[in-house]
Structure formats: structure tokens, C-alpha cells
């Protein structure tokens, strides 16, 4: 969803290079090089595993900057500890990786929405400096 609001602007080609989907856990591991230990203690949906993202998708994609995203869009998935509606973000370069936790709620079309428009807004801050 991210990538397709980026790439909605006229002329994102000039600075997107591109993104990976890493739906399953084993495509988080070969592609971005998330570590099985990571998700097996963590899970696919917390701070260690999106931090790990970033950190693979950077030279994956020869970006500047990354921003993941990993969540329980619903409506089934969810435990008492990470509820349908949890996301976990990182977005970082190669100098720095800052993360946030939102749950947002059991509509998945929202928490789709919810999550790239907060994922978008986390990579602003971070190009401002204001995280």
C-alpha cells in the first residue's frame, strides 16, 4: 500500500527504488535478511523483526532510507498480547533506525490505510529530524 501511494506521484520514479513484500516469514529471511531467531523469540510483528527489515532492505533495494512495516491487519490473527489492529514500523539509513507501535483497530481495509499513512508520516519525521 505504501509503495502505492508513493508511487501515485507523478515523477517517484526519480526517487523510489522500489519495495519488497515480505508477506512470509521465510521471504523476511532470504530477502531482507531478518534473522530466524528474531521471529521464532519475537515474532514477525514486533520492534526486532522491523528493525532487521530496514536493515536488509537498505542494500537490498540500494536505498538511502527504508521504512517497514509489519502488522495484524485482522480480522482474525490477532493474540491478547498483539491484538488484531498492531503494526510495528522502523524506518532508518545506515547511520540510524527508529521504530513505533500503533494498534489501531479490527477493520483490516483501515488498518491497511492506517498503517501507510503513519508509515509515511514516520518517514517524514525521520528526513526532518523530529524522531
Keep these: ?31 531482507l535478511g531478518v534473522h530466524p531467531d528474531t521471529l521464532a523469540r519475537f515474532g514477525a510483528v514486533s520492534d526486532e523483526t522491523v528493525r532487521e527489515m530496514v536493515a536488509g532492505a537498505l542494500p537490498a533495494l540500494g536505498a538511502d532510507v527504508a521504512l517497514a512495516i509489519s502488522g495484524i491487519a485482522g480480522p482474525d490473527g490477532g493474540t491478547p498480547e498483539k491484538p488484531v489492529g498492531t ?18 483497530g479490527r477493520d483490516r481495509t483501515k488498518n491497511i490505510q492506517m498503517a501507510g499513512m503513519y508509515g509515511l508520516n ?8 523530529q524522531v
Design 1 to 31: 500500500y505504501v509503495a502505492h501511494l508513493i508511487t501515485s506521484v507523478p515523477g517517484a520514479s526519480d526517487y523510489f527504488p522500489g519495495s519488497i513484500v515480505s508477506y512470509a516469514n521465510s521471504t523476511k529471511e532470504q530477502l
Design 87 to 104: 503494526v510495528w514500523m522502523a524506518v532508518g539509513d545506515r547511520n540510524r533506525i527508529v521504530s513505533e507501535k500503533h494498534v489501531f
Design 122 to 129: 514516520l518517514v517524514r519525521k525521520f528526513l526532518l529530524r
